[in-house]
């Protein structure tokens, strides 16, 4: 019998070489000893025989030879699989029986981290993947990668100020064959930057080099003495040489070009002091930094130089490409932006091995720098193939469509970028990145390049319920079905039903991107629509019957109506591929709509002030509230280099829309509206190195007027408020306000509470009214409004995100004749007699006429006010809705909170005549005088709480 261990390979090839065996193949002879029977494998229990088996050279049938075991031990060892490896040969009367005992390496059945505060197990997770430690749940044990993994777990605590850490590692073994471990660290004391000197520095401050150490410089008001040192970050030693290199940089941008650091020297001590927050001893370790530097002489630029430069022979254009001009301070940063402009210039021409190498001569009598930059312009590549992988939907020619490159043209970087950008705003993919997600493969031989580019389409159909709360709709719920990619054509198809307690809404609409396969896009949509525009009910489903923000009085000098709607649109659009076309999207479009609409008023204040303004020509009164006719005109023009179409990370668009009402139909009016908004990642900060925050804003500015002799509907002013606009005031509540003048059929009253009959033998006739001429505040929209946005993003994980916002309003009127009561209307209340001085068997006589003014004037104290609101927000995207669910809390420190006082429509001497001179007379003039003289509480909301389903911008 022959046993060969670990120990006996040696030994077991050195026998196989005296012994002279051969090694032969061929089926088990009868009776042939030497022939191999089956293979036995015991104590193998989570990998199969037949994998042991696989591994080996011998099989069943060969001829026994021991050169031949001792290949298959040393493969059976390399695997790494077992910890412990034994052959034995048996003799038997037939054949030579070979059995192979196995002990597997133990797996490792759980991780577990004892005393770990200053990171997450997330964080160490993600860290042991960066590292490739490959020690997980289920792996196999290796105590090789035990001591790498406690070596990568010293180093994270060690940047999370914990430099003092001990690691020491449990393994528990559990039967039959796995491993249970255990880091059991102690954290020791947090270590944090203490002071940073610098030594040599004579011509820049301490506190100049101190804030270009982005990683260990203290957190603090920079310009403050007091609190500079007082907020310092916890050391990590791994990026002190990255602070001295960006203390050099620092230098080198203020001309100080052969500025040297030396090795920064640390000195360990106890923190020591009063902690500020606590007023108790501070704990921990603090590490004072010393910075030697070798500052050297000032240079300005002299000037810039370029050798080697064959297709671009313009020294001009290539100089062009550096901001920092000749005879300023040299600045290291700056010409580094230069040489970028210059390799992205180069590549826009196909150019993509360029180098441009700068070699640096000093004039040190003049103290100048003179760069020569070679230049290396390589081989001009043409685009060879562009290929798509996963669009299993999408069609090649749709994609290929936005494309800015084309096969067999030559090969520009930046019309690649705009291409990924064009591509990411159809919202058809996972936003692309060029990086990320395009593959370039070149030829140098030929001077060609492939393109491949990889897609990962997202879910083009989009059918299911929808609901939410805003303040525009009010609750609602609704049936949607939407297809942005109809058959993989790029054509929309949407049809949407809402119906909730302030909105009902029914659409159909379909786009074509590219009509008859040129960049030409059609669009038609077909509504129904009925709306409340009343903040009275705009937030009941959050907070009750009507808006907690404003009381019943507030909310009736809103204008508060119903609009229902029916009509189409239709729209094309053509891209201007020639402006802007290295930066985003440029777009022109028109469209024209044509809508019938009716309105219902909710309180008599509005409904007078829709009945007397002339928005429309020839009619008065409440039949102007019906058959309103809009036929309406959309010039518009678009750039846009956003990077997505939902949750932008970056980018700019710039809209602007004047719509002309006119051509047709019965109302006559103007509107521009123009839209900037621009988003940055925030890149670089410590707190987000990665640029996964977002800073965000919006600038609107609109304006709307009548002409023709009209004034535009009171509909289609513009007011403020709501989550779309300034987030802390209701939904169009924020306005500039007028006095509408009315006529009121006004109680003559007896000194006891009883009003004065007009026939006292028969009551049914009831009381004597006294026509009255009365002024009443309504909020009136304004003709000009300017809103602004801003918003930090933070994404916490997938689609929640935090933001901090201020939002500003700013509206009010400039064109006082945009508030023209028409002709008919203003006859109507000045062809009345108003009061009741003499009363001859119940009729009165003795009226007289008022003259009432045709321009409805903006209320002092309310044009222009400026609104602002601060706050935060939680935005949860909800996949059936496909919108945010945004629970924010605003504070307004700018508000329009005032006592207005009543303005009579006529002197209280003239309102006295009105009345008869007896007891009734004067006590009803007395309350009259009460009830349309009180002044006016004008009470906008200090701060607002609410949940809704909508986007600001």
Known sequence: MLLLGLGAVAAGSAAAQNAGSTFTTGPVAQGNPRALCSIQVIGNRRIPKESVLARLFSHEGDIYDESMIERDYNSLWNTGYFEDLRAEKQDKPNCTQMIWYVREKPTVNDINYKGVNAVTTSDILERFKKAKVGLTVESQYDPTKVKRAEVVLKELLAEH?????????????????????????????????????????????????RQAMRNLRPIGIPKSIILENIFARTFDASKLDEDAQRVQMAYRDRGYFKALTSEPKTRVRDAGGINIFTLRPSKGKRIDILMPVEEGKRYRLGGITFTGNKAITNMKALRAQFAQKDGEWFSATLFGKGLENLRKAYGGLGYINFVGSPTPR???????????????????????????????????????????????????????????????QLNYFEALKVEQDSETRTNND??????????????????????????????????????????????????????????????????????????????????????????????????????????QAQQSLLTNYNQASTGLSISASYPLRKLFNRSGVTRIGISYMLQRSTISTFNDNTRNLFQSLAFRSGIQGSNQLSGIISSVITPSFTFSSI????????????????????????????????????????????????????LGYRIQVSHV??????????????????????????????????????????????????????????????????????????SVGADTGITGNVEYRIPIINQVVFAFFTDFGYNGNVRESQLRQSVLGQSTFNSTLYGCPTIINGSCFGGQKVTFPQILKAVPGTNFVPRMSNGAELQVILPIVNAPLRLYYAYNPLRLYKDLPQELAVDQATYRSMFP????????????????????????PRKTFRLSVSTTF
């Open 446 to 551: 030929a001077g060609t390049v492939d393109l491949l580019l990889k897609l990962k389409e997202k879910g083009k159909n989009s059918i299911g319920l929808n609901g939410g709360i805003s303040g525009a709709s009010g609750s609602f719920i609704g049936l949607n079905y939407e297809t942005n990619n109809f058959l993989g054509l790029g054509e929309t198809l949407s049809v949407q039903a809402n119906a909730g307690d302030l909105s009902r809404n029914l659409s159909f609409g379909f786009t074509e991107p590219y009509f008859r396969n040129k960049p030409l896009s059609l669009g038609l949509q077909i509504f129904q629509s009925k709306f409340d525009y009343n903040p009275s009910k705009a937030y009941g489903a959050a907070g009750g019957s009507i808006s907690q923000n404003l009381s």
């Open 161 to 209: 100020g914990h430099q003092f850490a001990t690691i020491r590692t449990v393994v528990k073994n559990l039967p039959p064959a796995r491993v249970s471990l255990t880091f059991e660290v102690k954290e020791g004391p947090t270590v944090k930057v203490g002071h940073i000197d610098f030594v040599g520095n004579d011509n820049v401050g301490s506190r100049t080099l």
């Open 917 to 940: 001179n007896n007891g009734a007379g004067l006590y009803s003039y007395a309350q009259a005088i009460q009830f349309y003289g009180a002044a006016y509480q004008l009470r906008e």
């Open 705 to 778: 007027e009548g002409f023709g002799g009209q004034v535009a509907p009171p509909f289609n002013r513009v007011y403020g408020g709501g989550e779309s606009d300034v987030r802390g005031f209701d939904v169009r509540s924020s306005s500039p306000y007028t006095y509408i003048p009315t006529k009121v059929e006004f109680n003559l009253t007896n000194p006891d509470g009883t009003t004065v009959p007009r026939d006292p033998t028969n009551q049914d006739l009831g009381a004597i009214h006294v026509p009255l001429p009365v002024y009443r505040l309504v």
């Open 643 to 694: 990077d997505r179409a939902v949750g932008p990370h970056s980018g700019k668009d710039f809209n602007v829309a004047i719509q002309v009402a006119g051509a047709g139909g019965n109302v006559k009016y103007f509107s521009p509206v123009a839209t900037w908004r621009q988003f940055f990642p925030m890149k670089g900060l410590r707190i987000d190195r990665d640029g996964h925050n977002v």
């Open 362 to 424: 000093f004039d040190e009598a003049k103290n100048l720098i003179f760069l020569d930059i070679d230049i290396d312009e390589g081989k001009q590549f043409k685009v060879s193939r562009i290929e798509f992988s996963g669009n299993s939907i999408t069609r090649d020619r749709v994609i290929r469509r936005e494309l800015m490159l084309e096969e067999g043209a030559v090969y520009n970087a930046q019309a690649w970028e705009l291409s990924l950008l064009r591509l990411n």
